[in-house]
């Protein structure tokens, strides 16, 4: 009798757990953390969706590193103030991504990283950064004056 109390009630929890985390998946309520070299931890709430990846060169990335730069993304999505990523971020229309490659700015080696909206045939970037991994600074990249601006990953 025992036994079976046990096994209904191990039944009832790991399904409340599941239906808990479909839930918290569907709401986009799913949080994740990036950890800094100097042991800073950066939570942010993770865009409902996965995003889609596109490599626009053949560098090769470890998986570790390949994660992490999704994280950066996840990010930048949540925590950005431009209007234009808010903007597709809340309205939910079409797939979110990035783009990775390497990039050379004013002599310094940086992944570049695209931030685009994807519907249909359309791919739209909303925004282009750098991140420099040495010293784990991210930077938007500004069109209007050309120069790189450093992006709190702290907000």
Not at 13 to 20: G, L, Q, R, V, Y
Request: hydrophobic fraction near 30%; proline fraction near 1%; aromatic fraction near 12%.
């Amino acid at each position: 009798m025992k036994q079976v109390f046990y096994l209904i009630s191990i039944a009832i929890i790991s399904i409340s757990c599941s239906k808990n985390s479909e839930q918290a998946k569907a709401s986009g309520s799913m949080n994740d953390t990036i950890k800094q070299k100097d042991g800073t931890v950066l939570t942010y709430k993770k865009p409902g969706e996965d995003l889609i990846l596109l490599k626009r060169d053949q560098s090769v990335y470890s998986k570790g590193y390949q994660n992490r730069l999704r994280k950066i993304a996840e990010y930048y999505l949540a925590k950005s103030e431009k209007d234009l990523v808010k903007f597709h971020v809340e309205k939910k229309e079409g797939e979110l991504g990035y783009s990775i490659e390497e990039n050379d700015w004013e002599d310094v080696n940086y992944t570049q990283i695209g931030i685009f909206n994807k519907s249909g045939n359309n791919l739209s970037t909303m925004q282009w950064l750098f991140y420099e991994p040495k010293s784990q600074k991210l930077y938007e990249f500004d069109l209007n004056t050309k120069k790189l601006q450093e992006f709190n990953l702290e907000k």
